[in-house]
């Protein structure tokens, strides 16, 4: 093991702890007989998943699209908001505790109103899935246009630069790791308000099959859905943290660094 570098101990690590939480699930529901209707094994879980598969992918589509349009609107909103009180302090003052109360609003409140407004189907979702992804990539950015020291900015000033140029050249690549780890968190609160709203008002998506299953008492049906969503949410988790890398890793420990 010592002979593996510092990566491919990691990712064998990660692989075997993988492996080794699905054959202990296994493991202790066989040990104890648990019934299939509190908690499957995995192995029945992945049959459900084989077999049904092309009835679940069609709504796997469907919670994906979802997702991802109401997580770029998230982004762009969150994005034009940070920007906007990241770079003013009277804006952060009037607006933060604004920002605050509307992100302490459960969205599962706010479900009801889009339905009315939209109708049901996939608009509410999308909605849904913006606005609660918005709330962590404003305060991200904003802080990330904060951390701009002030003698850098006078120093720039007396150079001749202008607020906007200093905005564009120092402040928004200084807010890029900020952004990038905001959007790590956003991702999974989209998922969590697509569901959230397919199971409210729609009849499309893997929100909606879990609904159905549950009501059916179909348990191995609803951790099919719940195993998707994870599959799901690790595919764009990693197409985030590989645009991050591409694009802040200037701002990154070296792995090395990083394992020792």
Not at 15 to 28: H, K, S, T
Request: charged letters at 10%; hydrophobic letters at 55%.
């Amino acid at each position: 093991m010592n002979a593996l570098s510092p990566l491919v101990r990691q990712r064998l690590l990660s692989v075997g702890a993988f492996v080794g939480f699905f054959l202990l699930w296994e493991v202790v529901c066989l040990a104890f007989n648990v019934s299939d209707l509190i908690l499957p094994r995995p192995s029945q879980i992945a049959k459900v998943l084989i077999e049904k598969m092309p009835l679940l992918w069609p709504h796997a589509l469907q919670t994906l699209y979802t997702t991802f349009v109401g997580f770029a609107f998230g982004v762009l909103a969150g994005i034009v908001i940070g920007v906007g009180i990241g770079s003013s302090k009277l804006a952060y003052d009037v607006t933060y505790p604004l920002l605050v109360g509307f992100s302490s609003i459960p969205k599962v409140a706010v479900v009801p109103l889009f339905v009315v407004w939209f109708g049901a189907g996939t608009v509410p979702a999308i909605l849904t899935s913006m606005v609660i992804s918005i709330f962590p990539v404003v305060v991200n950015v904003a802080t990330g246009l904060a951390s701009t020291e002030p003698e850098l900015e006078d120093v720039l000033k007396v150079l001749g630069a202008r607020k906007r140029d200093i905005l564009w050249n120092v402040g928004l690549p200084r807010a890029l790791p900020y952004l990038f780890a905001s959007l790590k968190i956003a991702i999974t609160l989209s998922f969590v308000g697509t569901v959230l709203a397919e199971t409210v008002a729609s009849n499309k998506g893997i929100g909606t099959v879990m609904m159905i299953a549950s009501g059916n008492f179909d348990v191995p049906m609803v951790f099919a859905g719940l195993f998707l969503l994870a599959a799901m949410g690790i595919v764009l988790y990693a197409l985030s943290s590989l645009v991050e890398q591409r694009m802040t890793g200037w701002s990154q420990r070296k792995t090395d660094m990083a394992m020792g």
